[in-house]
């Protein structure tokens, strides 16, 4: 199911196990003024290494 929320923009990654499956989301939600669209490199970045941690923790290697 989609939804917008006006004023509201947000960045996710998924965060895979061991088996390599999807197990989660991590997400950066924020107003229009502060996330932007297209999204700063620095947000895409931060996002992308989190999913990357916690999916490490999860015992994902790839």
């Given at each position: ?13 998924p ?9 989660a ?25 989190l ?11 790839g």
């Open positions: 199911m989609s939804r917008t929320l006006l004023g509201v923009n947000v960045i996710a990654a965060v895979f196990d061991y088996r390599k499956q999807i197990i989301t991590v997400a950066l939600v924020g107003s229009i003024q502060h996330l932007t669209s297209p999204p700063a490199p620095r947000h895409v970045e931060a996002i992308c290494a999913s990357a941690r916690v999916s490490a923790v999860a015992g994902y290697e």
